[in-house]
C-alpha cells in the first residue's frame, strides 16, 4: 500500500521513491519525540548556528586584507545592504537586519539541503508560509505605524475614478492578501521540483547501473544530468533567496512610501 505523501514511479519493474525525502521524522530519540523535534527542526539551527559562526568568526579579524571568510562576510553583508537601500532607500536601514536574516537563513536552508543526507526545510510551505506571514504582518504594521488611516488609501489609489472603488478595492485587497502567499509557494516549488529531479535521476544512476556490463555505460547520461542539476541548484537556491529578499524590500519600499 502507498504510503501518504509519497509518489512512485515504475521504472525497470522498481520503483523511484521521489517524495519521501520530504517526510519529517523525529530526532534526538525520546526527548525529540516528546516535543516533535524533527529534522527540519535540527537543520533550521544548524542554519541559525552557522550564520551567527559566519558573522561572528569572520568580522572578529577585521583585517584590512580580509581572508576567505571575511570576504564572504562582508560580501554577504554589503550585498544585502545595496538591495535594501536601492529598493526601499534611506529609511531600508532600519529594515536591513530583518531582510539580512531572512535572507541567509532562507539562503542556508537552500544550500544545506544539497548535502547528503540532509534535509530542506524550505521544502515545507508550512516553513516558507511562516516567513512569508512574518514578512506580510511586518510591512502591514510598518505602514500602520507610518501612515495611519492613510494606509487604506493604499487600496483606492488617489485620483481614480469613485465609480471603480467597486472594482479597484476588491481587486487591490486580494492583491494585498496574496503576497504571503505568492512568495512562501515560489521558494517552497522550487525547492521541491529541484530536489524531485535530482532524486528521480539518482535512481535512474542506480537502476541503469545494475543493467549488467552495459549498465555503467548507459548509467553516465543520467550521471551526467544530475551533476549539471546539482549546479543548477546551487544556483537555484542563491536565485530563490534573493527573490526572497528583494520581493520583501519592494514590499517595505510599498509600506514606507505607500505606493
Same mark, same amino acid.
Do not use: C
Given at each position: 500500500?502507498?504510503?501518504?505523501?509519497e509518489s512512485?514511479?515504475?521504472?525497470?519493474?522498481?520503483?523511484?521513491?521521489?517524495?519521501?525525502?520530504?517526510?519529517?521524522?523525529t530526532?534526538l530519540?525520546?526527548?525529540?519525540?516528546?516535543?516533535?523535534?524533527?529534522?527540519?527542526?535540527?537543520?533550521?539551527?544548524?542554519?541559525?548556528?552557522?550564520i551567527?559562526?559566519?558573522?561572528?568568526?569572520?568580522m572578529?579579524?577585521?583585517?584590512?586584507v580580509?581572508?576567505?571568510?571575511?570576504s564572504l562576510?562582508?560580501?554577504?553583508?554589503?550585498f544585502?545592504?545595496?538591495?535594501?537601500?536601492?529598493?526601499?532607500g534611506d529609511?531600508?536601514k532600519?529594515?536591513?537586519?530583518?531582510?539580512?536574516? $531572512?535572507?541567509? @537563513?532562507?539562503? *542556508?536552508?537552500n #544550500?544545506l539541503g544539497? &548535502?547528503p543526507y540532509?534535509?530542506t /526545510?524550505t521544502?515545507?510551505?508550512?516553513?516558507?508560509?511562516?516567513?512569508?506571514?512574518?514578512?506580510?504582518?511586518?510591512?502591514?504594521?510598518?505602514?500602520l505605524?507610518?501612515?495611519?488611516?492613510?494606509?487604506?488609501g493604499?487600496?483606492f489609489?488617489?485620483?481614480?475614478?469613485?465609480?471603480?472603488?467597486?472594482?479597484?478595492?476588491?481587486?487591490?485587497?486580494?492583491?494585498?492578501?496574496?503576497?504571503?502567499?505568492?512568495?512562501?509557494?515560489r521558494?517552497?516549488?522550487?525547492?521541491?521540483?529541484?530536489?524531485v529531479? $535530482?532524486?528521480? @535521476?539518482?535512481? *535512474?544512476?542506480? #537502476?541503469?547501473?545494475? &543493467?549488467?556490463?552495459v549498465g555503467? /555505460?548507459v548509467?553516465?547520461?543520467?550521471?551526467?544530468v544530475?551533476?549539471?542539476?546539482?549546479?543548477?541548484?546551487?544556483?537555484?537556491?542563491?536565485?530563490?533567496?534573493?527573490?526572497?529578499a528583494?520581493?520583501?524590500?519592494?514590499?517595505?519600499?510599498?509600506?514606507?512610501?505607500?505606493?
Amino acid at each position: 500500500m502507498r504510503r501518504p505523501g509519497e509518489s512512485r514511479v515504475a521504472a525497470e519493474g522498481k520503483t523511484i521513491d521521489a517524495l519521501s525525502q520530504f517526510e519529517l521524522a523525529t530526532v534526538l530519540g525520546p526527548i525529540g519525540s516528546s516535543v516533535g523535534f524533527s529534522q527540519s527542526n535540527a537543520h533550521m539551527l544548524l542554519a541559525a548556528g552557522l550564520i551567527t559562526a559566519l558573522i561572528m568568526f569572520g568580522m572578529s579579524a577585521r583585517a584590512v586584507v580580509p581572508g576567505r571568510l571575511q570576504s564572504l562576510a562582508e560580501s554577504s553583508y554589503e550585498f544585502v545592504h545595496d538591495l535594501v537601500l536601492g529598493q526601499v532607500g534611506d529609511e531600508g536601514k532600519r529594515f536591513f537586519p530583518f531582510v539580512f536574516t $531572512l535572507f541567509m @537563513f532562507v539562503l *542556508f536552508g537552500n #544550500l544545506l539541503g544539497l &548535502l547528503p543526507y540532509a534535509f530542506t /526545510f524550505t521544502s515545507h510551505i508550512a516553513v516558507t508560509f511562516a516567513l512569508a506571514a512574518v514578512v506580510f504582518v511586518l510591512i502591514t504594521v510598518v505602514a500602520l505605524m507610518l501612515h495611519g488611516r492613510k494606509f487604506f488609501g493604499y487600496f483606492f489609489p488617489e485620483g481614480a475614478p469613485i465609480w471603480l472603488a467597486p472594482i479597484i478595492i476588491p481587486v487591490e485587497i486580494v492583491s494585498y492578501l496574496s503576497r504571503p502567499v505568492s512568495l512562501s509557494i515560489r521558494l517552497f516549488a522550487n525547492m521541491v521540483a529541484g530536489h524531485v529531479m $535530482l532524486k528521480v @535521476f539518482a535512481t *535512474f544512476i542506480v #537502476l541503469l547501473g545494475g &543493467l549488467g556490463a552495459v549498465g555503467p /555505460f548507459v548509467a553516465v547520461l543520467p550521471l551526467g544530468v544530475n551533476i549539471a542539476l546539482v549546479g543548477f541548484e546551487v544556483l537555484v537556491a542563491f536565485l530563490q533567496a534573493y527573490v526572497f529578499a528583494i520581493l520583501t524590500s519592494i514590499y517595505l519600499h510599498d509600506a514606507v512610501h505607500l505606493h
